[in-house]
């Protein structure tokens, strides 16, 4: 079917969405146009690229772009492409080059704002169009790229929002991150955890806020780890602060429904009341204290008494402040997602402060996870679901009506409130009809 | 957080020159059947054996990156002492642990068997070993393929692992689904 505005409209009504949006082909083409090729799209962070010459290669909606970093000091997102031929200037995924990016195939030669440096056999150029140092001989950049604390965006549009203004309350992901550390700024670790869910990429951001599913989907891990915590207590007289990041799924369901979720125009959404994450042993003393000597006592309480899980930056970002991690979706088809799952460092916090959140990093967001691998297969099993014939709608009705309208932003009551979906497909209308 | 002892000093990351020690044929046997019970219990999902073939202070572990020297502090794919391996245990057996109730099964071939280095006095072995695992999970087949480094102790039931240093080639690229039980 083609589907055009009044089509793209009916898929989502306000309390149902049509499968097809998540399983048909041709609409996740015009999800990549409407959406990934309009909306600011997380990059890196700049300290993936530290000095001059550093690069490190990412996809933007369909696009291989390249995160740069000049001999200014300026970082850059230019398209991985060399203007002479096509080829993909770099061919591997991150690293560094001496002096200039040199093209594989005719040793075109690029500074690292995208600029040419220097172009073999110029003679052959004596008479043609082409002005050698020109614009056709400048590797394209992205039209707008904009750094916020060190988190690198690009748009792949001309015009539209600033990366602030579209990031809206959302911003609140990046200064909860930054904040907590003593100098007010992070660090990457410099690995990449990458895992392909085999299912369309709107599953994942489904299920993020989803607070419903926990008891359900990771009662396997929750019982396991609350068990062996208990033996560990029993032997011990404790048990590693991390095992909590795995029992806590015991939680009876009335206790998620205290959770809040916060859905924000644009469909960004935040999970608030979620494991709060201020222990009181001397390591996370110890933290506090640094903490309080940068802030001040009442900044420092402000800043770790802000209990947000996740924060959803619609529609490919999902970030966890308190534990400094990030996840990034990269919808490689309509059936085919990459997620790239990141860590960072808290300046001026101790190793040990970074530790507690490793193991979060190591159990629940590395390849071999015990709780997300209950979640990938529910996003592969709805996929083939939704493939079927065996029903034409997803459901959202849950306290439909019963959420708090504070202005634009709907908080929920319930925490299991299917809000979030309810904020996703208004957003997903409001790009997927913009301007035709 | 773990709180485990800190392991072995390493024979050093997985491309490390190869150190091939003097040792009976004896102690090669017993070692090369250590690797083979373990390859077994994994590909028979006979998971207390698997944890029981640790020392008590044992860890399993798979590096995010080739050079790296420890797990201490470090992201890994793995890095578990044998709590965390009960962990992943009674996950794997729980009857609700949904991603199971698809069928899968693997198979380990463990190869190239060197032991690296001997202590005649306390028994202890430090060896490197290649694999290839074939799992088959749902209609599709993944590899994975890489070197095992194991620290052994020896005990009065034969060899313990007091560490398993675990490196795919295919460690660092995009996983297609997850890995839920040890390698």
């Known amino acids: 079917m083609t589907y055009g505005v009044n089509e793209l409209r009916a898929m989502v009504e306000h309390d149902r969405v049509h499968r097809r949006v998540y399983t048909d082909p041709e609409i996740f083409e015009i999800e990549m146009e409407r959406i990934f090729n309009r909306v600011w799209t997380y ?360 959420d708090e309208e504070q202005g634009r932003v709907l908080r929920t009551r319930m925490g299991t409130s299917e809000a979030p979906l309810r904020n996703y497909f208004t957003a997903w209308t409001d790009y997927m009809t913009a301007g035709n | 957080m773990l709180t485990i002892a800190p392991p072995l000093p390493l024979a050093g990351p997985a491309d490390a020159p190869l150190a091939i020690a003097a040792v009976s044929g004896d102690v090669q046997r017993a070692v090369e059947l250590l690797l083979y019970r373990q390859a077994d219990a994994l590909d028979t999902k006979r998971w207390p054996d698997f944890i029981d073939l640790f020392a008590p202070d044992g860890v399993y572990w798979m590096p995010a990156l080739p050079g790296q020297t420890t797990g201490d502090g470090e992201p890994s794919i793995f890095y578990e002492d044998r709590d965390l391996m009960r962990i992943r245990m009674k996950r794997l057996g729980h009857p609700r642990a949904w991603s199971q109730k698809t069928e899968w099964a693997t198979n380990h071939v463990v190869s190239n068997v060197i032991v690296e280095r001997h202590d005649a006095a306390s028994g202890a072995v430090a060896c490197r070993a290649r694999f290839h695992m074939m799992e088959f999970r749902r209609d599709a087949v993944r590899h994975f393929a890489g070197s095992y480094i194991h620290h052994l102790v020896r005990t009065a039931d034969g060899y313990r692992i007091k560490l398993q240093r675990v490196d795919m080639v295919n460690g660092e690229g995009p996983y297609e689904y997850v890995l839920q039980a040890w390698v």
């Open chain 1, 43 to 402: 990059v890196g962070h700049e300290s993936q690229v530290k000095k001059p010459g550093d690069y490190w290669t990412v996809q933007i909606g369909r696009q291989p772009m390249i995160m740069t970093r000049h001999d200014d000091g300026q970082v850059h997102v230019l398209y991985n492409r060399c203007p002479h031929r096509g080829n993909l200037l770099i061919g591997d995924r991150h690293g560094s080059v001496d002096k200039s990016i040199i093209c594989s195939y005719h040793a075109w030669q690029f500074n690292c704002d995208g600029s040419p440096k220097a172009i073999p056999l110029a003679k052959g150029y004596d008479g043609t169009t082409l002005e050698l140092g020109g614009p056709a001989c400048h590797v394209k950049r992205a039209p707008r790229v904009a750094n916020y604390r060190g988190f690198v965006f690009a748009s792949l549009a001309d015009s539209g929002p600033s990366l602030l203004d579209w990031l809206g309350d959302a911003k609140i992901a990046f200064d909860q991150m930054c904040d907590r550390a003593p100098d007010g700024e992070v660090e990457v670790v410099p690995i990449c955890f990458r895992v392909v869910q085999q299912s369309n990429w709107k599953f994942f951001l489904d299920n993020q806020l989803d607070v419903a599913h926990a008891v359900v989907t990771h009662e396997s891990t929750g019982r396991a780890a609350t068990d062996v915590q208990d033996e560990v207590k029993g032997r011990e007289g404790s048990a590693p602060f991390d095992y909590h990041f795995l029992s806590a799924f015991t939680m009876p369901l009335g206790t998620w429904d205290k959770m809040t979720t916060v859905n924000h125009p644009g469909g960004h959404s935040i999970l608030e009341g979620y494991m709060r994450l201020r222990p009181q042993d001397p390591v996370s003393l110890d933290y506090e204290a640094a903490m309080k000597r940068r802030y001040g006592e009442a900044r420092t309480n402000q800043i770790l008494d802000t209990n947000i899980h996740h924060v959803i930056c619609y529609p490919g970002l999902s970030i966890q402040p308190p534990l400094q991690q990030l996840r990034a979706i990269r919808p490689l088809a309509v059936d085919k997602t990459l997620t790239e799952l990141w860590h960072f460092r808290l300046k001026g916090a101790s190793d040990a402060i970074y530790r507690r959140a490793l193991g979060y990093y190591n159990m629940v967001n590395s390849p071999s996870t015990m709780v997300n691998a209950d979640d990938l297969w529910n996003f592969r099993k709805s996929h083939e679901g939704l493939a079927s014939d065996g029903g034409e709608w997803v459901n959202y009705q849950r306290y439909l009506g019963q």
